[in-house]
Nanobody
Framework: VQLQASGGGLVQAGGSLRLSCAAS????????MGWFRQAPGKEREFVAS????????YYVDAVKGRFTISRDNAKNTVYLQMNSLRPEDTAVYYC???????????WGQGTQVTVSS
């Protein structure tokens, strides 16, 4: 599976961005799609995930109520709608996929999100 992330940018605090991640290749093997982020000097952290078939979603507490993950199976694309952005959301955001067992094995190239105060 190959993943291509897009949609990052510079936004003021309180603003919104929508990230997209297009999957190609062996997309039939995707069980879960996720978004992760890595801020400067910090470890990469989980942000949100969605079950590719049934649509169950999970979020890290820091983004609950502000971020929404969704998918369009016909387009093999997952989205991350980010509202009420805060400076602490500044990071490189990565999309990733995994099969029904094992860890995330396919990763996109990352897209920069910068939130100014």
């Amino acid at each position: 599976v190959q993943l291509q992330a897009s949609g990052g940018g510079l936004v003021q605090a309180g603003g919104s961005l929508r990230l997209s991640c297009a999957a190609s290749g062996r997309t039939f093997s995707i069980y879960v799609m996720g978004w992760f982020r890595q801020a400067p000097g910090k470890e990469r952290e989980f942000v949100a995930s969605i079950n590719w078939n049934v649509g169950d979603t999970y979020y890290v507490d820091a983004v609950k109520g502000r971020f929404t993950i969704s998918r369009d199976n016909a387009k093999n694309t997952v989205y991350l709608q980010m509202n009420s952005l805060r400076p602490e959301d500044t990071a490189v955001y990565y999309c990733a996929s995994r099969r029904n067992v094992g860890s995330y094995s396919s990763w996109g190239q990352g897209t920069q999100v910068t939130v100014s105060s």
